[in-house]
C-alpha cells in the first residue's frame, strides 16, 4: 500500500511514526520546555562552513561559531563579537577591538590572532571577502584584543562583507583551526558561539544536537535580526534528519518534533487549520533557484551551449512540479533576482520567446556538441532540486543531448560539485541549488554572483570584462551608480551564461504554536532567543 501525505495525516500516523523512530520519541518525551526538536532544510553532510557554501552548515556555523558584525533587522551591520571599531579619517585604516568575555567552548579565550588568522581563511572562499583582500594592505594584530586592516584605497563593503549572511558567512574560529588549507574542511567543533555541538549524542545521518553554551556571554543590546543580544532560553536543540516529508509532518501534528522548516505547501491549508501549528515565512525575500553549469569541460565549456539552456529552461514548469500555487512563486529574467534594487531587463530578450527547444538545439549543434555525456546532479531529498534536474535532464534528451542523472542526497551533491576533474573522472556538468532572494542583491557578497574562475563558485565561469564592473560596483557609493552598473554586468551575464535562474519563491515555514522568537531574517535560521512555552 503507497500511503500519500494525506492518508498518512488523515490516519493520524504518530502512533507509527513514535513506534518506528524510537530515538525521536525519547527526544521528545525528554524535551518539555527546554529542548527544541527540528527538522531542517537537510542532513549536514559538512562540518565547516567555511568550506562549503551550503546553507545546512551555515544554520550550524551560526549556532557553533560567532561573527565580527551581524545584520539587525534592517539590514545595517552592526558589532557582534567587536567591542569598539574605527575607520582612519582618510577611510584606509580599520582598528577593531574585540569586547569582553568571548570564550572558546573550551574555555580559552578569543584573541585578535584567531579573528585574523579566520578572516583569512574566510576570504580565500568568500567572494566579497576575494574582493575586499585585493585592496588589503596590511591585516595584523596590534595586541591580544585588538587588530588592523589597512587598504591601499577605501573600500566601504568592508564591514557589510564581514557581516553578510551569503555563504559562506565570515566565522572565528580558533587561530590552529582557521590555519586549515581553505580547500580542505577542518574537523573541529569549536567556536564561540551561543551553543555547542554534542558529539557524544549526534548521530551522523539522524539527529544533531546542540547544547547551550552556559558561559557565553551575550551582548547587551536588544536583539535585532542577527545582531544584538544572542541569548539562549533552550537547553538543547535537537535537528531530527528525516527525509520524508509525511513522517515530518505527522511528528509535527502529534508533538513529537517542535518546527519543521520545509512543509509541502499543498499541505498549508490543513497545517493553518490546526490550532497547535502555526505557519510563518521567516524569510519574506523567498528563494531563488539556479541551474549551475560547468565551464571547465564539454559541452559547457562552450557558450553556444550554455545559451542554449536559456532557450531549454522552462521556469513556470520547474516552479509549477514543485510549488504548484502560483501564489507563492514567480519566473525571473534578472541574475540579480525578484524585484531587488538591482534588478533589471537588459539584455534578456531570451526570457520572452523561452522554452524553445528548437532554438536550444541549434546551439548545441553549433557548439560542436558530438554527444558528450551530460551529467545532471539530482539531490533525491529537495523537492525543487529533484523536480528540477528531472525536468532539465528530460528536456536534454528531448533535443538530443546525452543526459544522464546523478541520483543522491544534497549532500552527496554539496561532496560532487565540488570536483574540478572531468565526468568520467567524478565530475559533473550541471547541479540545481537556491540562495535567498536578499543575497541576490548584492554582486560582492553573493557568491553566485563572481565570474572568476577556478578562483570562485562551482561551475567556476570566468569573465574578465564582468569582474573588471563587479569591482566598480563595490567602489561607487550611490544606489543609482551600482544599478547602471548591473545593467551592464547583466548585459555580459547573458550573453556569457554563468547559471540560469529557476525561478523565485516562498516558503513557510511551520511550528508548534508554543513555540515562540523564531528569527525571521534571510540565510539563517538561529534558535537563539527562542523559547517554548
Request: charged residues 20%; contains cysteine.
Amino acid at each position: 500500500m503507497t500511503l500519500s501525505r494525506r492518508t498518512i495525516l488523515k490516519n493520524g500516523a504518530a502512533g507509527a511514526l513514535a513506534a518506528a523512530t524510537p530515538g525521536l520519541r525519547r527526544a521528545h518525551a525528554a524535551s518539555n520546555t527546554k529542548i527544541m526538536n527540528a527538522v531542517m532544510q537537510g542532513d549536514l553532510r559538512s562540518f565547516d562552513p567555511i568550506w562549503t557554501t551550503a546553507n545546512i552548515s551555515a544554520y550550524y556555523g551560526a549556532m557553533v561559531y560567532d561573527t565580527l558584525f551581524a545584520t539587525d533587522a534592517n539590514f545595517q551591520p552592526q558589532p557582534q563579537m567587536v567591542g569598539k571599531w574605527g575607520l582612519s579619517e582618510d577611510k584606509r585604516t580599520y582598528t577593531f577591538a574585540l569586547r569582553d568575555g568571548l570564550l572558546w567552548h573550551d574555555g580559552t579565550p578569543v584573541t585578535a590572532a584567531d579573528c585574523v588568522a579566520s578572516i583569512r581563511r574566510w576570504a580565500v572562499r568568500n567572494s566579497g571577502g576575494q574582493m575586499m583582500m585585493e585592496y588589503v594592505t596590511d591585516l595584523s594584530t596590534k595586541d591580544d584584543k585588538t587588530f588592523v586592516l589597512a587598504l591601499k584605497q577605501p573600500f566601504g563593503l568592508t564591514v557589510p562583507a564581514f557581516a553578510a549572511t551569503s555563504t559562506p558567512d565570515c566565522f572565528m574560529m580558533p587561530k590552529k583551526v582557521a590555519e586549515t588549507d581553505p580547500f580542505q574542511q577542518i574537523t573541529s567543533h569549536i567556536g564561540s558561539g551561543p551553543f555547542t555541538f554534542n558529539e557524544k549524542e549526534t548521530r551522523p545521518g539522524s539527529r544533531y544536537v546542540f547544547d547551550r553554551f552556559t558561559k557565553y556571554v551575550p551582548r547587551s543590546e536588544p536583539p535585532s535580526g542577527f545582531a544584538g543580544g544572542k541569548i539562549v532560553k533552550l537547553d538543547q536543540v535537537v535537528w531530527q534528519n528525516i527525509t520524508d516529508d509525511q513522517t515530518a509532518l505527522a511528528a509535527l501534528e502529534s508533538g513529537e518534533i517542535d518546527f519543521f522548516e520545509l512543509p509541502p505547501l499543498d499541505l498549508l491549508p490543513q497545517l493553518q487549520s490546526n490550532p497547535d501549528i502555526k505557519v510563518r515565512v521567516l524569510d519574506q525575500s523567498g528563494n531563488c533557484g539556479m541551474m549551475r553549469l560547468n565551464w571547465l569541460h564539454p559541452p559547457f565549456n562552450n557558450v553556444k551551449a550554455r545559451q542554449a539552456m536559456l532557450y531549454l529552461t522552462n521556469q513556470a514548469d520547474i516552479l509549477k512540479a514543485t510549488f504548484g500555487n502560483p501564489e507563492y512563486y514567480h519566473e525571473i529574467d534578472s541574475i540579480f533576482g525578484y524585484q531587488t534594487p538591482m534588478a533589471n531587463s537588459a539584455n534578456s530578450t531570451w526570457f520572452k520567446s523561452a522554452p524553445d527547444p528548437a532554438k536550444a538545439k541549434q546551439l548545441f549543434k553549433e557548439s560542436g556538441y558530438s554527444g558528450e555525456k551530460v551529467i545532471v546532479l539530482q539531490a533525491t531529498d529537495f523537492d525543487f532540486m529533484n523536480n528540477s534536474a528531472q525536468l532539465i535532464a528530460g528536456w536534454l534528451k528531448e533535443i538530443g543531448v546525452n543526459a544522464e542523472l546523478a541520483a543522491s542526497t544534497w549532500g552527496g551533491v554539496i561532496t560532487r560539485r565540488a570536483v574540478m576533474a572531468p565526468d568520467d573522472k567524478g565530475g559533473w556538468d550541471i547541479f540545481i541549488t537556491y540562495g535567498s532572494g536578499y543575497d541576490w542583491n548584492n554582486p560582492i557578497t553573493m557568491v553566485a554572483l563572481s565570474c572568476n574562475g577556478r578562483k570562485g563558485w562551482f561551475g567556476w565561469p570566468e569573465s574578465a570584462e564582468y569582474e573588471a564592473l563587479r569591482r566598480q560596483w563595490a567602489l561607487v557609493s550611490t544606489l543609482a551608480e551600482r544599478q547602471a552598473i548591473a545593467q551592464k554586468m547583466q548585459t555580459i551575464a547573458w550573453n556569457v551564461v554563468p547559471q540560469v535562474m529557476l525561478g523565485q519563491w516562498v516558503s513557510p515555514a511551520a511550528m508548534r504554536s508554543n513555540v515562540h522568537g523564531v528569527i525571521g531574517m534571510p540565510d539563517i535560521i538561529p534558535f537563539w532567543n527562542v523559547t517554548k512555552t
